[in-house]
């Protein structure tokens, strides 16, 4: 059996134990930081915004239908708790929104499977980033979905 020691001075072993520290807590900010940014989506334009939308797999009208700016409640109601769990689903959280004015960008879809018509796409943009949306139905017996086909 051969035992060999290897000495290390005090100073170097400091140095050494520093250094993996500071490496293993730069890999901990660097995790927990993406964690809580995700991915986010500029359209500060309606070039980004009709390729947001192409890369969802819709085909939409080639310019918004209707821009509307609106304020989103400090409290929400029942309708707006049951947005926000389809936002959520979708990886946005409109709670970070609470009375801040958004502008919903409305577009027309055409390419809905088994609806030619009535269906839209809205996209809800806080200072050129989207925060939210959905895909609709606008018929009386209407129903709504995310944003990816």
């Known amino acids: 059996m051969f035992v060999k020691a290897i000495k290390i001075k005090k100073s170097s072993f400091t140095v050494l ?3 993996v520290l500071i490496i293993i807590i730069a890999v901990i900010m660097a995790v927990v930081a993406g964690a809580q940014d995700g991915v986010t989506y500029q359209l500060k334009n309606e070039k980004q915004r009709q390729s947001f939308l192409k890369e969802m797999g819709w085909e939409v009208s080639p310019e918004y239908t209707e821009c509307k700016v609106v304020i989103i409640p400090e409290k929400f109601n029942k309708v707006y708790e049951k ?11 409109l709670e970070k929104f609470k009375g801040k004015t958004v502008e919903i960008y409305t577009y027309e879809v055409k390419n809905y499977p088994d609806h030619e018509k009535n269906i839209v796409a809205n996209l809800m943009i806080y200072e050129g980033e989207l925060i939210g949306g959905d895909v609709s139905c606008i018929e009386i017996d209407g129903f709504m979905q995310g944003l990816k086909k």
């Open 83 to 93: 947005y926000n769990k389809l936002q959520k689903k979708q990886g946005f959280d």
């Open 17 to 19: 134990v520093a250094a």
